[in-house]
């Protein structure tokens, strides 16, 4: 029985055999052939090349048509990468050499070439690799007569073990065939880690030698709570575990009698507890935890785990959907917040021009307003259906606000061409997550209907911690003095321009601050649907009074560690 500690991303208890996914997506297994299969292999081979030709050619026309000829074009080359003879010509050599399955064979060559052109000091070259990547994976994938489906073949349900994995391998895993995950990297605010609290599964990321320590098939129990995990455990331990994990689900059960009570506080003061979601999908969990609106649509997760850019009549669907199932009750649409930790193929961007200080969020939007404008048509379109209302993420100062209500004019001037129905006096929000806007939320009120804080990234930026890095995650502090002083701004700015002030960052659902951010006079707390009932029964356990006097104390402490148990300290007091 061996024991290992990560960050506790997702909480609750599971208990699974190890499934490993590999690190490298390209490898593949090595199989001897007989000669005589040469042939066969070959024609494998031109299948899988003919095949990916005909889906790059689809999708460079799909591209055309929406986005513009010059976009398409980005596609050419991929289409040259295909006709690469040098390559096709080595896989065959090393294929008749080497008597060795062609997909083994054709991994190879890729990695040597992806090798090549990454040393190369010619910066359009070194571009290329992100070609030769792409086309490659493509040509794989058809090779083995496989799409991403890792997760569909499950036979049973597995705990995955992982190197990393991206907010999209994420969203493509079922509740139903994966009980927990565990990955070497990550942080708690990572979007892997936030997907894994939308999936309500345990997660425990930043194992570091996760993969190195767990074999497949090993038994884990993984303590998604405390980010624990144990390898093969004995009877007793399992057992344990196994009535500790009925104690929680009693505990959040227990929860759930509040759930369709206001969030009202002992004397009085309301609050709204609202639900962050990923996928339309979610909206029946949002329900049954009690939320009273939908505080944050991440939309980005529409554009992944699909090799073209979704429609917008797709968009319109999947908001229309959200908005009558919701309806009266408010939604909150951010638009598209790409970059970061989250990639989306389609765009054929560098990774390295879209870090969390990059090309990311509205920076792209602003710069793309073909991609945005399609997205804007659609949330309008879908506005005639509920109470629907967009927010903007990652603004830094006022011109890109500026900017972007220009856009959104146009697209509402589209629409009225067309004579296509939208509510012309939609709700406009700006996400504060960044220190710039944090600091001058005073002029941002004047331009906006509401303010929603993105703790997630208002932490990073703030404190100089990437939210994905492991290493630098003891430093990931939402109490810590900086922020909240940036909070108290944010939402004192707010009211005195007479708008309201929700946080949909992970801060607003950690029990341990409701206390805190109530006192400083949060209107609105959005959050992972599990948390709600839980959330709302702290409120309702306290006087605004004393959350207010709580909220005065913190402020005095110096450290955001001081601050984190003083506020557990209170939060177990109220709650005895
Ligand atoms: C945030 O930054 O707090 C936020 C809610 O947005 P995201 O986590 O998607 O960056
Ligand atoms: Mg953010």
């Keep these: 029985m061996i024991q290992l500690k990560g960050i506790a991303a997702a909480g609750g208890i599971s208990v699974g055999p190890a499934h490993k996914i590999g690190r490298e997506e390209l490898t593949v297994p090595r199989q001897s052939i007989k000669p005589e299969e040469i042939p066969v292999q070959i024609q ?75 040393k190369i000091e010619d910066e359009y070259l070194k571009e290329r690799v992100v070609d030769v990547n792409d086309v490659g994976k493509r040509i794989l994938h058809n090779l083995l007569g496989r799409e991403r489906k890792e997760f569909e073949d499950l036979k049973e349900k597995v705990v995955v073990v992982a190197h990393d994995l991206s907010p999209s391998d994420t969203a493509a895993m079922h509740k139903q065939k994966v009980c927990a995950f565990i990955t070497d990297i990550g942080g708690k605010t990572s979007h892997t880690a936030i997907m894994a609290k939308s999936l309500e599964i345990p997660a425990v990321v930043g194992v570091e030698e996760a993969t190195t320590k767990i074999k497949a098939g090993d038994i884990l129990i993984v303590d998604g709570g405390t980010g624990v995990i144990i390898i093969n455990p004995d009877e007793e331990t399992l057992r344990a575990y196994q009535q500790e994990e009925l104690k929680l689900k009693g505990i959040t059960e227990g929860f759930l009698s509040v759930k369709d009570l206001p969030a009202v506080t002992l004397d009085g003061k309301a609050v709204e507890i609202v639900a962050n979601i990923e996928l339309p999908e979610e909206v029946p969990s949002v329900k049954l935890h009690g939320a009273q609106g939908i505080g944050l649509y991440r939309t980005e997760f529409f554009y992944m785990n699909r090799r073209d850019l979704p429609s ?95 856009i959104l004019d146009e697209a509402k001037k589209e629409l009225k061409d067309r004579g296509i129905p939208f509510y012309n006096d939609i709700e406009v929000g700006a996400m504060i997550e960044v220190p710039s806007a944090a600091m001058t939320a005073d002029l941002l009120a004047t331009e906006v209907d509401f303010f929603s804080i993105g703790t997630n990234d208002l932490i990073q930026y703030s404190l100089a911690v990437d939210r994905t890095n492991e290493k630098v995650a003891y430093l990931y502090e939402p109490a810590h003095p900086a922020v909240l002083r940036l909070i108290k701004n944010i939402i004192e700015a707010a009211h005195n321009a007479g708008i309201r002030v929700g946080m949909c960052g992970e801060m607003a659902g950690e029990p341990a601050f409701v206390l805190v951010l109530l006192g400083l006079g949060l209107d609105e707390f959005s959050m992972p649907p599990l948390v709600i009932p839980e959330v709302k029964s702290i409120i309702r356990s306290i006087k605004l009074s004393d959350a207010q006097a709580i909220a005065k104390e913190a402020l005095k402490l110096s450290t955001g560690k001081e601050v984190a148990e003083f506020s557990q300290v209170k939060l177990r007091k109220i709650l005895g």
Aim: aromatic share 10%; net charge neutral; hydrophobic share 45%.
């Design 44 to 118: 494998l081979f031109e299948e899988a090349l003919i095949k990916t030709r005909k889906e790059i050619v689809a999708l460079q026309k799909r591209i055309a048509v929406e986005m513009g000829q010059e976009q398409a074009e980005i596609f050419d080359a991929h289409l040259l990468v295909l006709e690469d003879r040098m390559l096709i010509e080595e896989v065959i050599l090393r294929l008749k050499q080497e008597c060795v399955n062609v997909a083994y064979i054709f991994s190879e060559v890729l990695k040597k070439y992806i090798n090549v052109f990454s």
């Design 312 to 406: 917008e009549e797709e968009h319109y669907q999947a908001y229309k959907y959200v908005a009558e199932e919701m309806n009266p009750l408010p939604v909150i649409i951010r638009t598209l917040d790409l970059g970061g930790d989250k990639f989306l193929s389609q765009f054929e961007i560098p990774k390295d021009m879209q870090p969390f200080l990059g090309w990311r969020a509205i920076r792209f939007c602003l710069a793309r307003p073909d991609i945005f404008k399609v997205q804007l048509r659609a949330i309008l379109r879908a506005s005639v259906h509920g109470k629907l209302k967009l927010m903007y993420p990652m603004i830094s100062g006022i011109e890109e606000l500026q900017q972007a209500k220009k």
